[in-house]
């Protein structure tokens, strides 16, 4: 079963390898090119400056400059992260989906079920080959973006907990992978053809990945609450590489009076009509500057928790395609 499993799929085999040898020829390059611009900027010296609390204003300005330059030159790379987002859908569309809706599509599964091989057997040898390339495919994708990415993330001001950036590296595109693969495969134990598992497949993996990065995924954690005063001689006080989920500008009884906005005003600084600075905005004395954030030394437990998520839900998917099996005539 193991030979003739091999057999059926060692041209997908070879298209996969093909695809991300392509794929590295691509990105090495241009992430080789990235990590020299970021070492000539001396950005690896404000990444560990700009990690310190005593940090000089001056020195987080010269930073900031830096990395914006970093941003201009490299910033469109961020179309190509969003592209390099549908691989793991790739994977569950061309290898999930077809596992069994096109032995059912072609009417080969009986010849394989009457040859002495159980549903049972050849389901777990199919499930079996495919979940471990799946799973080396993954581990291989989210080592090489990780260090792709690297350069990206720091330039951020969110880091590593940014959306995007965050899907793309660690661990969490090995259970991104393995739930398209099993969405695929259990796909094709209901609908039994390869273009409507396929769609479901599409359908299903958008939604559910776009449901937990929005809905689940700002709640892994309790956020936590940063406030600072709206006058002040320094910059804006945000640790760099955490996740802002909300701001604004409360006043004195904690009633928010600028939404999404942070004001920093040195003092006896005036607004445009002579009055206190901000009071245009509505901002009166008493008023600070809230921040509801995600700290950035969480990435690796959010990348657990994600990455569990998708097994989980993977398992479950793929239990049920088991029983699935069973029921096909």
């Given at each position: 079963?193991?030979?003739?499993?091999?057999?059926?799929?060692?041209?997908?085999?070879?298209?996969?390898?093909?695809?991300?040898?392509?794929?590295?020829?691509?990105?090495?390059?241009?992430?080789?090119?990235?990590?020299?611009?970021?070492?000539?900027?001396?950005?690896?010296?404000?990444?560990?400056?700009?990690?310190?609390?005593d940090v000089a204003p001056q020195t987080v300005d010269t930073c900031e400059g830096a990395f914006r330059q970093f941003t201009n030159r490299y910033g469109s790379l961020n179309l190509v992260a969003v592209l390099l987002l549908v691989l793991p859908m790739l994977v569950g569309l061309f290898w999930g989906a077809p596992l069994v809706a096109r032995e059912v599509e072609q009417g080969t599964h009986r010849f394989a079920w009457t040859q002495g091989v159980g549903r049972r057997h050849w389901a777990l040898v199919k499930f079996?080959?495919?979940?471990?390339?799946?799973?080396?495919?993954?581990?291989?994708?989210?080592?090489?973006?990780?260090?792709?990415?690297?350069?990206?993330?720091?330039?951020?001001?969110?880091?590593?907990?940014?959306?995007?950036?965050?899907?793309?590296?660690?661990?969490?595109?090995?259970?991104?992978?393995?739930?398209?693969?099993?969405?695929?495969?259990?796909?094709?134990?209901?609908?039994?053809?390869?273009?409507?598992?396929?769609?479901?497949?599409?359908?299903?993996?958008?939604?559910?990945?776009?449901?937990?990065?929005?809905?689940?995924?700002?709640?892994?954690?309790?956020?936590?609450?940063?406030?600072?005063?709206?006058?002040?001689?320094?910059?804006?006080?945000?640790?760099?590489?955490?996740?802002?989920?909300?701001?604004?500008?409360?006043?004195?009884?904690?009633?928010?009076?600028?939404?999404?906005?942070?004001?920093?005003?040195?003092?006896?600084?005036?607004?445009?009509?002579?009055?206190?600075?901000?009071?245009?905005?509505?901002?009166?004395?008493?008023?600070?500057?809230?921040?509801?954030?995600?700290?950035?030394?969480?990435?690796?437990?959010?990348?657990?928790?994600?990455?569990?998520?998708?097994?989980?839900?993977?398992?479950?998917?793929?239990?049920?395609?088991?029983?699935?099996?069973?029921?096909?005539?």
């Amino acid at each position: 079963m193991i030979w003739l499993a091999w057999r059926q799929h060692r041209k997908q085999l070879l298209v996969t390898f093909i695809g991300f040898a392509a794929l590295a020829a691509l990105m090495i390059p241009i992430g080789l090119s990235m990590r020299h611009t970021f070492a000539d900027l001396g950005l690896p010296d404000c990444v560990r400056q700009l990690a310190r609390s005593d940090v000089a204003p001056q020195t987080v300005d010269t930073c900031e400059g830096a990395f914006r330059q970093f941003t201009n030159r490299y910033g469109s790379l961020n179309l190509v992260a969003v592209l390099l987002l549908v691989l793991p859908m790739l994977v569950g569309l061309f290898w999930g989906a077809p596992l069994v809706a096109r032995e059912v599509e072609q009417g080969t599964h009986r010849f394989a079920w009457t040859q002495g091989v159980g549903r049972r057997h050849w389901a777990l040898v199919k499930f079996g080959l495919v979940v471990a390339v799946t799973l080396t495919a993954a581990v291989c994708y989210g080592l090489g973006m990780s260090w792709w990415v690297d350069p990206l993330t720091h330039a951020a001001r969110e880091g590593r907990l940014g959306f995007i950036v965050f899907d793309l590296q660690g661990v969490a595109p090995i259970g991104y992978s393995l739930f398209a693969v099993a969405l695929g495969v259990f796909a094709g134990t209901v609908w039994r053809r390869m273009l409507p598992a396929m769609t479901v497949t599409l359908v299903g993996f958008v939604g559910v990945r776009a449901a937990v990065a929005v809905l689940a995924r700002p709640h892994y954690q309790p956020a936590r609450t940063l406030t600072f005063p709206v006058t002040g001689d320094g910059p804006l006080a945000q640790g760099r590489g955490d996740w802002v989920l909300s701001s604004g500008v409360r006043d004195a009884d904690g009633r928010m009076v600028a939404p999404d906005a942070q004001i920093m005003c040195p003092p006896g600084a005036k607004g445009p009509g002579g009055g206190a600075c901000g009071a245009e905005l509505g901002i009166h004395p008493g008023a600070y500057n809230w921040q509801l954030y995600q700290p950035a030394d969480r990435f690796w437990l959010f990348q657990g928790i994600e990455t569990g998520i998708f097994v989980a839900l993977a398992a479950a998917l793929l239990y049920l395609a088991l029983r699935r099996i069973r029921r096909i005539a």
